[in-house]
Nanobody, 122 residues
Framework: VQLQASGGGLVQAGGSLRLSCAASGHTSSFYVMGWFRQAPGKEREFVAGISRSGSITRYADSVKGRFTISRDNAKNTVYLQMNSLKPEDTAVYYC????????????????WGQGTQVTVSS
């Protein structure tokens, strides 16, 4: 499966962005989907994940209450709505797909997109 992330950009603190991840090459509903991020000099970290049906979501503590992950299986697309953005949210955001049955919070996903830059200015 190929993943294409988009929607990143430059936003002021307190602002919002919505990231999209379009899947092709295989039906995305076969996969758990996740968003990760990596800031310069830091390890890649889990942000949010969603089950195949969309009924189960998981979030990193740092984004709970601010970010929302969702999916539209008819469009083979996963979204990450990011509100109340903070400068510490600045990173390259990656979407990923995994064939597991549960939402995995480690970077052990099978497929990765190319990443989209999110920069939050103070």
């Amino acid at each position: 499966v190929q993943l294409q992330a988009s929607g990143g950009g430059l936003v002021q603190a307190g602002g919002s962005l919505r990231l999209s991840c379009a899947a092709s090459g295989h039906t995305s509903s076969f996969y758990v989907m996740g968003w990760f991020r990596q800031a310069p000099g830091k390890e890649r970290e889990f942000v949010a994940g969603i089950s195949r049906s969309g009924s189960i979501t998981r979030y990193a503590d740092s984004v709970k209450g601010r970010f929302t992950i969702s999916r539209d299986n008819a469009k083979n697309t996963v979204y990450l709505q990011m509100n109340s953005l903070k400068p510490e949210d600045t990173a390259v955001y990656y979407c990923a797909a995994d064939a597991s049955l549960v939402v995995v919070t480690t970077p052990a996903y099978d497929y990765w997109g190319q990443g989209t830059q999110v920069t939050v200015s103070s």
